[in-house]
């Protein structure tokens, strides 16, 4: 999959294409309902596919810090795309500059003279434009006007109940990693590169793989049981802690330390898989190191059993 940054580096060859746009955090089932009606009517007309995204997401631009956690940071939104059979993805700087483009303004400069869009798929609640101006009645009007067609999509349920990045969220937060499997279409992971941390797990005589998770937050905060898999493909078993670490210091974002069990190689800035499958406890500050060295045993030892019995039922 083609990336392309910014309007800037649209060239003649990106003009002609059916296209979609939105934010796509976590590529769930109903993203991928929008993507499958794009690949389709592309192959139908010839033309590439193309997913328009945005960097930083528009609510995390008005919202900062208090903006929600991303369910997928940005190198994993492309893998996610790349793997559904995108041709291209798009990003956008959502900056002042765009927030500041009138709904006509946006449709002049990225729909027709950026991507001389053919047909563009939208979601049933998409707006657009300053102040949220636009929405799909005026797309449709200047489809007509432009010639370009110009679709939305009925809501996706499940449960009946509308798939959304929200509900999926909400559903990590209170640790139902089944809902969110069923919302995502797969299980819930987190992935990225593995970097030196302060080596006080190794002390303990139990290291730690430390995946770097950047300025985004996760929507997950305490000790889990996992399965990781490295660039190898080598699926391991361990238990996880994501948390600021308020016995060793503290941290000011949110680090992701994973332990794997019975392994001893050296992974550092290679890309690592977790996968999160049961919550043990949230995070807590200890009396000292021994006590936290404790809990850490006792956590290693409720993973282990967690994921025993997974094994056995799968096996079944």
């Not at 903006?67 to 956008?92: H, N, S, V, W, Y």
């Not at 300053?130 to 499940?158: E, H, Q, S, W």
């Not at 000011?252 to 996968?275: N, W």
């Amino acid at each position: 999959m083609e990336l392309i940054r910014g309007l800037h580096n649209l060239r003649g060859e990106h003009r002609g294409c059916v296209a979609t746009i939105g934010n796509f955090d976590g590529v769930h089932l109903g993203h991928r309902r929008v993507l499958q009606q794009v690949k389709n009517k592309a192959a139908e007309l010839g033309l590439p596919s193309v997913v328009i995204v945005f960097e930083p997401q528009p609510r995390e631009f008005f919202a900062g810090e208090d903006a929600p956690p991303r369910l997928t940071r940005f190198t994993e939104k492309f893998r996610l795309l790349e793997a559904q059979g995108i041709d291209r993805m798009l990003c956008l700087t959502f900056n002042e500059r765009l927030r500041s483009l009138s709904a006509d303004a946006f449709v002049e400069t990225l729909l027709l003279q950026g991507l001389d869009v053919k047909h563009f798929v939208v979601g049933d609640d998409f707006r657009f434009g300053c102040d949220r101006g636009g929405d799909y009645a005026m797309l449709k009007a200047a489809g007509d006007k432009y010639g370009f067609t110009v679709v939305n999509t009925d809501t996706c349920l499940k449960d009946h109940e509308r798939i959304s990045s929200s509900r999926i969220r909400d559903a990590l937060i209170q640790h139902d990693f089944a809902l969110a499997e069923r919302l995502l279409g797969r299980p819930y992971r987190v992935s990225g590169r593995v970097m030196h941390g302060q080596k006080l797990g190794r002390q303990l005589g139990v290291p730690t793989a430390n995946v770097r998770m950047h300025r985004y937050p996760c929507p997950l905060q305490g000790v889990y049981a996992v399965w990781a898999w490295t660039e190898q493909n080598e699926c391991l078993r361990g238990v996880a802690n994501v948390g600021i670490r308020p016995t060793v210091g503290g941290s000011h974002q949110p680090v992701l330390e994973v332990h794997l069990f019975d392994f001893d190689k050296q992974i550092y800035r290679e890309l690592l898989s977790v996968e999160f499958r049961q919550f043990i406890r949230p995070e807590q500050k200890f009396s000292g190191l021994d006590a936290l060295k404790q809990q850490i045993f006792d956590d290693i030892e409720q993973a282990r059993r967690i994921l025993a019995v997974e094994c056995e039922t799968e096996t079944r």
